[in-house]
């Protein structure tokens, strides 16, 4: 996602759901433990349950420095989200 409208349209293509999990498209591993370098925001995979929530956590990602273990203190950029439907089991 790189714009609202963009944000809209996919929460429209999702309809009812219990959740959304936001994913900082960023080419590194540990992304979920990762965190922001300017806001540090903790996160790079966040979990949400209102649509409302998936736009509060957007700012908070797309524009800013992903750190993780992999990447070290320098960080990579987060210019896109993937944003997808919350499960409610897992199988496996």
Wanted: net charge positive.
């Amino acid at each position: 996602m790189q714009s609202i409208d963009e944000v809209n349209n996919a929460l429209d293509q999702l309809g009812e759901t219990i959740g959304y999990a936001v994913k900082a498209q960023v080419h590194t591993g540990g992304r979920g433990l990762g965190h922001f370098k300017e806001n540090n925001f903790k996160g790079g995979v966040q979990v949400v349950t209102t649509p409302e929530q998936v736009k509060e956590v957007i700012p908070k990602m797309v524009g800013k420095t992903l750190i993780t273990k992999q990447t070290g203190e320098k960080g990579l950029p987060c210019n896109r989200l993937f944003i997808v439907e919350k499960l409610s089991k897992f199988i496996g």
